[in-house]
C-alpha cells in the first residue's frame, strides 16, 4: 500500500469514528450527512473530501501521505477549495465553503473561514456533524444525526433505526416498528430517544406503555443504556422519570401510562399505591369491551407541543381507542410504534408506514427465540360445558365480597364452555387439566430429561380472573403435591402473581430468578412485554382471543434443519432427510435456506419418489452438506419423476440407487460428470451453478427439468387404500373446520 492509500485509509477510519458515512460521488444522495470523495470543484479540480449536511457543504477537507507536514501550501490549496465550489452546489454561506480541514492520517489541522484572521487548530479528532453546525452558527432538524454504527446492534434494530431516521427526514410523523419478543424493542427505543435528543431539536421524549409492570421494567433498561457518545449512561445525561407524582412529568424522558399520563394532563390527583390493580382493571375493561372514549377538556396542563416524540410500546393494544384523543392532542410529536404482533388498527393509526417488519419466524432463524410447540389438552366439560345436578352442594362467593355461602341446589344447572371458571368454578376441571399437564411434562413434552418434580419447567398459567388464579394455585399445590414425600409441594413452588398478591414487581424477579418459583399464575401482569426467560411453558386456562403465534407443522422441518446446523461441527459432514416444503416454503424457511447456503457446502440434493421416508403424498429430499465453505455448485438427482415404489408391490431398494451412487463419486467428487444434457435433457444427473442457485426466487431449491410422465402402477388393493386415507384426512378436516367455526351460521 503507497504511502497516501495509507493516509487516506487512516482518515476514512477518522470520519468514520466522528459519524460521517463515506460515499463516491456518484453515490451521493441529496438531503444527507455525508462524505464525498473526489468532489469536483470549480475549474474541473477535485476536492479530496467534501462534507454536506442536508445537500449544504460545510467542510472540505485536503489528505495528503502520512509523511506530509502539512505547510503552506497545503494551507492554500485547501482555502482555494473553499471559495471556489461549484455554482449548483447548495451552501450554507454565499460562495464560501465555510470550514477547512488538513490531514494526513496521523495529524488533523483546521480553520473556521468565518472568523477573520483565525489560525489553524490542530485537532486530536474530527469534528462531528453536530460539532460543525454549532461551529458555524447554524441549525438542522436532523443534519447532526451522525453515522449510526452497527456494531453491537441486532440486523433489525439497526434497519429500524436506520429506516425511522429516514422516515423522519422525509416528513412522515407516524412511524411502526415490527419487532418479534425478544428483539430488543426496548432497546430500539432508547437508542432513538438519545439520538432524538443529542443530535436533534428534540427536548422532550415520551415512552408510553398501557401497563405499570412494563414502565418498571422499561424505567431500568433507560437508565442502564450507554450507548452514547462518550459511553455514559442515558441517566448521566438526562433526566428518566417514570411516571408517579405530578412533578415527574418534568423529565427529558418521561415513562408513563396513558391512564397516568390523562389524570396529568387533566389535572387529577396522581398516586402509585394501586399500579397492580390499575393494570389489571384496565384488563378486564379491554376484555369486556367496556371503554368509553376519553374527553380532554379544555382546561389541560400541558402544552400540546410538550413532547417531541412519542415512543409507543405494544402499539397493538387498544389505546387508539379510549386513549386516542389523548394521543392526538399531541400531534405536532413524531411518534414510533413497537409491536411484535400489529392489528389493523395499528396498521392504519401509523398509514402503514412500517419502518422494520421483523417477524416471530424470522426471530427463530436467527436464534433469537426458540420453536414453540402446542400441546393441546381437552376435556368434555371444555368442549361442551357440565352441568350441576339437583341436590349438589356448592359454594356461593359474591364479587367483591369475602363472605361465601353454601347450599344445596334445588335444580338441575347446565352451564356452557364459556361460563367456565368465571360464573362456575370446577375444581374437578381444574385438576384434570393440570394432572394432564403433569403427566405430560416427562413422557411427552420434555422425555429426554431426568424426572425431578422439584425443578419442572418453569410455568406460567393463564387464569381468567384473580379469584380462578387463587383456585388454580390451590389445585396445583394438591395435583403437585402428590409427588412429594409429605404430600406437598416445596413453600415457593406456586404462587399468583395479581393485583392482590402484594409486590407484583418482586414476585415476577423472584420468577425470573428463584430457583425454586415453578409455577406462576398470573391474569394479566406477568403478560405483553414482560421479559421472563427462563420461561419454557405457558399454560392458558382461558380463551385467548388473539392471533396465534406458533409454528404450524411444516415449519417442524425447518426448525430440525436448523438444529443440525447448530450441531454439527466444522468440517463435519450431513445427509439428511426433508420434506419439500423446507426447499420451497418462504419467509423465515428461505432465512434457513439462505444460511445453509453461505455457511454450509449443499454439494448435492436426491429427490426421492413420493411416500419413502414420510407420511404417503409427502415428497422428501436428502440433502448433503459440509460445514465450514459457502456453496458454490448443486449437484441434484432426479430419482423421482417418473418412478413410483409402493410399500406392497415394488419397494424401494439399496439396488435402486446404484447409478446414484456411481453419480455421487464418493472421495472424489472432483470427477462428477453430468448424465443431463442437450442430447439427453431428461439425464438424472445435473450440475446447478452457484449463479443459478442464488438467482432463485427466495433461494427455492425445487429443481426440475425432466419432462416424463409418471405412471401409477399401484394395484386396486393399494389404490383403495390411498383413497380411504385420503378419505379420512378430509374428514378430520372437516371436523376441525366445525371446530373453528364453533357453530356459527353462515
Same mark, same amino acid.
Given at each position: 500500500m503507497k504511502p497516501e492509500e495509507r493516509a487516506r485509509v487512516k482518515i476514512d477510519k477518522q470520519l468514520n469514528n466522528a459519524g460521517w458515512e463515506i460515499v463516491s460521488r456518484n453515490e451521493y444522495v441529496p438531503n444527507s450527512t455525508l462524505v464525498v470523495k473526489e468532489?469536483?470543484?470549480?475549474?474541473?479540480? /477535485?476536492?479530496?473530501?467534501?462534507? *454536506?449536511?442536508?445537500?449544504?457543504?460545510?467542510?472540505?477537507?485536503?489528505?495528503?501521505?502520512?509523511?506530509?507536514?502539512?505547510?503552506?501550501n497545503v494551507k492554500k490549496q485547501a482555502e482555494d477549495y473553499a471559495v471556489n465550489p461549484q455554482p449548483w452546489y447548495g451552501l450554507w454561506f454565499d460562495n464560501l465553503i465555510p470550514l477547512v480541514y488538513m490531514a494526513n492520517g496521523n495529524k488533523i489541522y483546521y480553520k473556521n473561514m468565518l472568523v477573520p484572521d483565525s489560525e489553524y487548530e490542530e485537532l486530536t479528532e474530527m469534528h462531528s456533524p453536530k460539532k460543525m453546525l454549532q461551529l458555524i452558527g447554524k441549525k438542522s432538524e436532523f443534519g447532526a444525526l451522525p453515522l449510526l454504527e452497527k456494531q453491537g446492534l441486532r440486523e433489525c434494530q439497526y434497519k429500524a433505526e436506520i429506516n425511522l431516521e429516514k422516515s423522519l427526514k422525509s416528513g412522515n410523523k407516524k412511524n411502526l416498528a415490527i419487532l418479534a419478543t425478544g428483539s430488543g424493542k426496548t432497546y430500539l427505543a432508547c437508542l432513538a430517544s438519545y439520538r432524538m435528543l443529542n443530535y436533534t431539536a428534540t427536548k422532550r421524549v415520551l415512552f408510553l406503555v398501557d401497563r405499570n409492570n412494563l414502565a418498571r421494567q422499561t424505567e431500568s433498561e433507560f437508565n442502564l443504556f450507554d450507548r452514547t457518545e462518550k459511553q455514559q449512561s442515558l441517566s448521566e445525561l438526562y433526566k428518566i422519570n417514570r411516571l408517579r407524582k405530578e412533578s415527574d412529568i418534568k423529565g427529558d424522558i418521561v415513562i408513563s401510562t396513558?391512564?397516568?399520563? *390523562?389524570?396529568?394532563?387533566?389535572?387529577?390527583?396522581?398516586?402509585?399505591?394501586?399500579?397492580?390493580?390499575?393494570?389489571?382493571?384496565?384488563? %378486564?375493561?379491554?376484555?369486556?369491551?367496556?371503554?368509553?372514549?376519553?374527553?380532554? #377538556? !379544555?382546561?389541560?396542563?400541558?402544552?400540546?407541543?410538550?413532547?417531541?416524540?412519542?415512543?409507543?410500546d405494544e402499539c397493538h393494544r387498544s389505546i387508539y381507542g379510549k386513549w386516542k384523543a389523548v394521543l392526538d392532542y399531541f400531534s405536532g410529536?413524531?411518534?414510533?410504534?413497537?409491536?411484535?404482533?400489529?392489528?389493523?388498527?395499528?396498521? !392504519?393509526? *401509523?398509514?402503514?408506514?412500517?419502518?422494520?417488519?421483523?417477524?416471530?419466524?424470522? !426471530?427463530?432463524v436467527d436464534g433469537v427465540n426458540v420453536p414453540s410447540r402446542v400441546y393441546r389438552i381437552t376435556t368434555e366439560v371444555t368442549e361442551h360445558g357440565g352441568t350441576i345436578e339437583a341436590g349438589t352442594e356448592i359454594i356461593e362467593a359474591p364479587k367483591g365480597k369475602s363472605e361465601t355461602t353454601t347450599y344445596a341446589v334445588t335444580n338441575t344447572i347446565e352451564y356452557a364452555p364459556t361460563q367456565l371458571d368465571r360464573s362456575v368454578i370446577n375444581r374437578n376441571q381444574m385438576k384434570t387439566v393440570l394432572t394432564a399437564y403433569k403427566n405430560a411434562i416427562y413422557t411427552e413434552l420434555y422425555p429426554e430429561r431426568e424426572v425431578k418434580w422439584e425443578y419442572i419447567p418453569k410455568t406460567l398459567i393463564f387464569a381468567k380472573d384473580d379469584n380462578h388464579a387463587t383456585e388454580i394455585v390451590n389445585v396445583a399445590k394438591k395435583v403437585f403435591g402428590s409427588e412429594f414425600e409429605n404430600g406437598e409441594v416445596p413453600e415457593n413452588y406456586v404462587k399468583k402473581i395479581t393485583y392482590?398478591?402484594?409486590?407484583?414487581?418482586?414476585?415476577? %424477579?423472584?420468577? %425470573?430468578?428463584?430457583?425454586?418459583?415453578?409455577?406462576?399464575?398470573?391474569?394479566?401482569?406477568?403478560?405483553?412485554?414482560?421479559?421472563?426467560?427462563?420461561? /419454557?411453558?405457558?399454560?392458558?386456562?382461558?380463551?385467548?382471543?388473539?392471533?396465534?403465534?406458533?409454528?404450524?407443522?411444516? #415449519?417442524?422441518?425447518?426448525?430440525?434443519?436448523?438444529?443440525?446446523?447448530?450441531?454439527?461441527?466444522?468440517? #463435519? %459432514?450431513?445427509?439428511?432427510?426433508?420434506?419439500?416444503n423446507v426447499l420451497t416454503d418462504g419467509n423465515a424457511t428461505a432465512k434457513v435456506r439462505e444460511r445453509l447456503l453461505k455457511g454450509f457446502n449443499l454439494h448435492t440434493i436426491l429427490r426421492l419418489p413420493t411416500g419413502i421416508f414420510y407420511a404417503g403424498g409427502v415428497k422428501t429430499n436428502v440433502l448433503f452438506f459440509e460445514k465450514g465453505k459457502e456453496t458454490k455448485d448443486i449437484w441434484v438427482y432426479d430419482y423421482r419423476t417418473g418412478i413410483k415404489h409402493t410399500m406392497?408391490?415394488?419397494?424401494?431398494?439399496?439396488?435402486?440407487l446404484d447409478d446414484f451412487v456411481e453419480c455421487y463419486c464418493s472421495g472424489h467428487m472432483k470427477d462428477r460428470k453430468q448424465t443431463y444434457s442437450e442430447e439427453n435433457p431428461n439425464g438424472r444427473w445435473r450440475k446447478f451453478t452457484a449463479e443459478e442457485v442464488y438467482s432463485r426466487e427466495q433461494l427455492k431449491l425445487d429443481f426440475k427439468w425432466i419432462d416424463l410422465e409418471e405412471k401409477d402402477d399401484r394395484t386396486v388393493t393399494e389404490l383403495l387404500s390411498d383413497m380411504e386415507d385420503k378419505a379420512t384426512a378430509i374428514a378430520g378436516a372437516i371436523s376441525k373446520l366445525q371446530e373453528i367455526l364453533g357453530g356459527i351460521e353462515l
Open positions: 468532489a469536483i470543484m470549480r475549474g474541473n479540480i /477535485e476536492s479530496d473530501y467534501l462534507l *454536506f449536511i442536508e445537500d449544504k457543504a460545510i467542510a472540505v477537507v485536503e489528505a495528503k501521505k502520512e509523511d506530509n507536514p502539512l505547510g503552506e396513558i391512564q397516568k399520563l *390523562f389524570a396529568v394532563l387533566t389535572g387529577q390527583a396522581l398516586s402509585d399505591d394501586n399500579e397492580d390493580t390499575e393494570d389489571e382493571n384496565a384488563k %378486564r375493561a379491554e376484555e369486556k369491551e367496556l371503554e368509553e372514549v376519553v374527553q380532554l #377538556g !379544555s382546561d389541560l396542563k400541558l402544552p400540546s407541543d410538550y413532547f417531541q416524540l412519542i415512543v409507543v410529536a413524531k411518534v414510533l410504534g413497537l409491536t411484535a404482533t400489529p392489528t389493523p388498527e395499528a396498521y !392504519s393509526y *401509523f398509514n402503514n408506514n412500517v419502518i422494520e417488519k421483523y417477524t416471530y419466524d424470522d !426471530s427463530v392482590s398478591s402484594g409486590d407484583s414487581n418482586a414476585l415476577i %424477579r423472584d420468577f %425470573r430468578i428463584e430457583k425454586d418459583f415453578r409455577i406462576a399464575v398470573t391474569v394479566t401482569l406477568v403478560a405483553t412485554g414482560t421479559d421472563v426467560r427462563p420461561l /419454557e411453558v405457558v399454560l392458558f386456562m382461558k380463551d385467548v382471543q388473539s392471533d396465534v403465534l406458533y409454528t404450524q407443522m411444516k #415449519g417442524r422441518g425447518c426448525n430440525f434443519l436448523q438444529h443440525i446446523m447448530s450441531i454439527v461441527k466444522p468440517e #463435519g %459432514r450431513v445427509a439428511v432427510v426433508l420434506p419439500d406392497a408391490t415394488k419397494p424401494m431398494t439399496r439396488a435402486h
